[in-house]
């Protein structure tokens, strides 16, 4: 009922499987899933293996990271130092 019917249940169990395995693979959940939906439109069928969760190297992940920090700084507001 919470996931909305049979597939939508379906769904659900295939990400939670593939978060699952990549922590067993010893990966950050976060950025791995991220580097995977990043990169899966644009990976040929023939390296799609390359995405899965064993043959991830988390340095890869490292230009995530970087814009994830990017992001928060972005966010934070400049207050003006000025009295």
Do not use: C
């Amino acid at each position: 009922m919470i996931s909305g019917g049979p597939r939508g249940a379906e769904a659900s169990a295939d990400l939670y499987s593939l978060i699952e395995t990549i922590k067993l693979n010893g990966l950050e959940p976060y950025f791995a899933l991220r580097y995977i939906l990043t990169k899966l439109p644009e990976t040929p069928l023939e390296t799609i293996a390359d995405l899965l969760p064993w043959n991830l190297d988390p340095a890869t992940f490292h230009e995530l990271t970087a814009e994830d920090a990017r992001i928060s700084l972005a966010s934070i507001p400049i207050v003006s130092q000025e009295a």
